[in-house]
């Protein structure tokens, strides 16, 4: 009897000094886990604000391009001339291509020294008098033709009713065949509007700094999306989705709890969540 009392004893009394280490030990844990998210997170909110300045950085620098492009006496003439060539003798004139031959090759030097799909020349009644690939869209009107709904056209229109600088959303560009992003600029002549310079931007050098993984581990990614209405586009592939650009969407007004429809919301924060693919993150 004696030893079974000094059996349970001895188990009460190592379980009342274990409770206090367990408790500690517990405590501690939380403690450390909860300092290991906290480091965890601030890592990611540095990491995605230096995306976010990279991305802005990036389109301020082609916003430049554009702008010092169309201040250049030589573009504003080179437009001039092939603007007056086209209307008053159509391309197939002899005016037109001496024109063009006058100009080509500077043009022609521009778009590839900046690394642009295209370059285009455009004049103030919105007709493409120039480009340096002649795609469908050359010689069409912007304001009448059949592109007049697209990005191009949007952003012409805006650099010549508020003449100044701006760029476009990336987006699916029919005579290309390819998402598309457009620049565009106004060219002025002693003063007046002679038309607009623009360029065409390609997907692949916002896809190489999307493409960066540095600071975000082994399964951490950075997504890049367009807001078109209540849906929004995927402009880049993902890390876990190399085919989502411009085939992935998300219903913004939908799915609002998304980190992406927050962002597109203009909300910045931080946290557990569930991404696009349904997965905790």
């Known amino acids: 009897m004696r030893s079974h009392i000094w059996t349970r004893l001895l188990a009460w009394f190592l379980l009342v000094s274990l409770l206090p280490t367990v408790s500690v030990a517990y405590v501690a844990y ?142 699916m560009y029919e005579p290309s065949g390819v998402p598309a992003a457009f620049l565009a600029a106004p060219v002025l002549r002693d003063g007046k509007l002679g038309g607009a310079i623009a360029l065409q931007l390609g997907t692949s050098r916002i896809h190489a700094l999307v493409a960066d993984h540095t600071g975000l581990g082994e399964t951490g990614e950075t997504v890049l999306a367009a807001k078109q209405g209540a849906i929004a586009t995927f402009i880049a592939p993902t890390r876990h989705d190399p085919n989502a650009a411009f085939s992935r969407t998300v219903e913004t007004d939908v799915e609002v709890d998304l980190p992406l429809s927050q962002a597109l919301l203009g909300h910045r924060g931080s946290g557990i969540s569930t991404d696009y693919r349904d997965q905790e993150v």
């Open 30 to 171: 939380r403690f450390a886990a909860a300092e290991l998210r906290d480091t965890i997170t601030d890592s990611l909110v540095a990491t995605a604000n230096d995306r976010a300045r990279n991305i802005e950085a990036f389109f301020q620098e082609r916003e430049r391009d554009v702008t010092v492009l169309a201040l250049d006496p030589t573009v504003g003439e080179g437009l001039a001339q092939l603007h007056a060539a086209f209307e008053g003798h159509g391309v197939e004139s002899d005016a037109y291509q001496e024109a063009d031959d006058q100009y080509r090759d500077f043009l022609t030097h521009l778009a590839e020294t900046y690394g642009y799909h295209d370059l285009f020349l455009i004049g103030p009644d919105g007709t493409v008098v120039f480009t340096v690939i002649h795609e469908a869209d050359f010689g069409t009107n912007l304001h009448t033709g059949p592109y007049r709904e697209t990005q191009l056209a949007h952003v012409f229109e805006n650099a010549c009713t508020l003449l100044e600088t701006g760029v476009s959303d990336f987006e």
